[in-house]
């Protein structure tokens, strides 16, 4: 599939406030065009390389600042669950204020839901920041290409120095957040969510857990080291071999990709 096409699948399969947010991948494209075309006129050509520069650096000004406010929402939002987690244990749990098995048993499935989401989405920015970033290294390769400049090493140093491509903190947070789904939530809560999920994807087809396998597996499918982008790539990605991810392929067009 070509980037363009999976870009706009992404785009499509990702939260609905983030889809303004990612690479204008189509535009730019459009300028490097009109700036290699041998029927464009010099100035014009000169116009179209100014606004195919500023452009660029407007992208990497919005995903930075988009990222940002995601990471900081994201810390404050992996406190706040902590919390609950501790104030569901003090108050409904053995030992607590008010001890109540049913109590407990509710108001944790309704943490472990939250933060199921919580996981899904921190997923999703990751996602974001790899296609993101692999959408500006095929769109400076065909600029290098096409024109001859020489402004993919440059630009790319540039991007690799980004907040929006330091995913260290979010992709911490996610592994702390599946940690503490399986040290806090018993095997048998566990596996009545997994089932719930698994009905979700072939019923529904929508929702956020959708929505972070689709994200995953478009991680795994830009990590595989194609010789299209060759060392500006991302490194592989390993995927767990689960149940889900295979049901969500079974049930979802993204197999074609």
């Not at 992404?10 to 939260?15: A, D, N, R």
């Not at 014009?44 to 650096?57: H, I, P, Q, S, T």
């Amino acid at each position: 599939m070509k980037f363009g096409k999976r870009l706009k699948q992404q785009i499509e399969e990702t939260l609905p406030a983030w889809r303004d947010k990612f690479l204008s991948y189509k535009e730019l494209k459009k300028l490097v065009r009109l700036i290699s075309s041998a029927e464009s006129p010099e100035f014009g050509k000169a116009d179209a390389g100014a606004e195919f520069m500023y452009l660029l650096n407007n992208e990497i000004d919005k995903f930075n600042a988009f990222f940002m406010e995601q990471e900081e929402d994201f810390i404050i939002r992996h406190k706040e669950l902590q919390q609950r987690i501790k104030r569901v244990k003090d108050t409904w749990g053995p030992g607590g204020t008010k001890p109540s098995e049913a109590e407990y048993k509710d108001e944790m499935a309704k943490v472990r839901k939250d933060m199921v989401d919580f996981h899904g989405e921190m997923v999703l920015l990751v996602n974001y920041s790899n296609i993101n970033y692999t959408g500006l290294a095929k769109i400076l390769k065909k600029y290098d290409k096409r024109t001859g400049g020489l402004l993919r090493l440059p630009f790319i140093q540039k991007v690799l120095q980004q907040p929006f491509f330091v995913t260290d903190l979010v992709s911490k947070l996610v592994k702390e957040c599946e940690n503490t789904i399986d040290q806090v939530f018993p095997v048998e809560v566990e596996a009545e969510i997994v089932k719930e999920q698994r009905e979700a994807i072939t019923v529904a087809g929508k929702g956020i857990f959708r929505n972070t396998v689709a994200a995953l597996l478009s991680m795994q499918e830009i990590r595989r080291g194609s010789s299209t982008y060759g060392h500006f790539s991302l490194p592989p990605l390993d995927l767990p071999d689960s149940d889900l991810i295979h049901s969500f392929q079974l049930n979802s067009p993204i197999t074609t990709v």
